[in-house]
Nanobody
C-alpha cells in the first residue's frame, strides 16, 4: 500500500517562499504522474500543479504560473512544490496526489488521482 506524506508547510509572510515535499512509502513514485491540489478555507479543493511520470511535462493553474514549480526526485521517492512570491490568497491546505501511469501525460482532475496525502497547511500573512 502506497502512502503519501506531505511536509514543509507553515506560516510565511507575503513575498516569501516555501518548499513542500511529498514522500512516498510502500512503492516507488516513478510509476506515477503526480499533482498538487489545494483547499482554501470555505472553498472546494482546486488543482494547482501537475507533473508527468517522466517529469518532462508540467502544468499549472494560471494563478500560480511563474511562481510555483513542481518537480520530482525519483531517487528520493519524493515530489516537490517550490512556491515563491507567495500571496495571502495562496493560503490553503496543500495535498499531493498520485496517478499510476504509463504515459507521458499529466493530469489536472481530482478524479484522475487515486493516491492522496493527508495535506499540509500553508498560511501566508499580509
Amino acid at each position: 500500500q502506497v502512502q503519501l506524506v506531505e511536509s514543509g508547510g507553515g506560516l510565511v509572510q507575503a513575498g516569501g517562499s516555501l518548499r513542500l515535499s511529498c514522500a512516498a512509502s510502500g512503492r516507488t513514485l516513478s510509476s506515477y504522474a503526480m499533482g498538487w491540489f489545494r483547499q482554501a478555507p470555505g472553498k472546494k479543493r482546486e488543482f494547482a500543479a501537475a507533473l508527468s511520470r517522466s517529469g518532462l511535462s508540467t502544468y499549472y493553474v494560471d494563478s500560480v504560473k511563474g511562481r510555483f514549480t513542481i518537480s520530482r526526485d525519483n531517487a528520493k521517492n519524493t515530489v516537490y512544490l517550490q512556491m515563491n512570491s507567495l500571496k495571502p490568497e495562496d493560503t490553503a491546505v496543500y495535498y499531493c496526489a498520485g496517478h499510476r501511469d504509463y504515459s507521458s501525460r499529466y493530469y489536472v482532475g481530482e478524479s484522475e488521482y487515486e493516491l492522496w496525502g493527508q495535506g499540509t497547511q500553508v498560511t501566508v500573512s499580509s
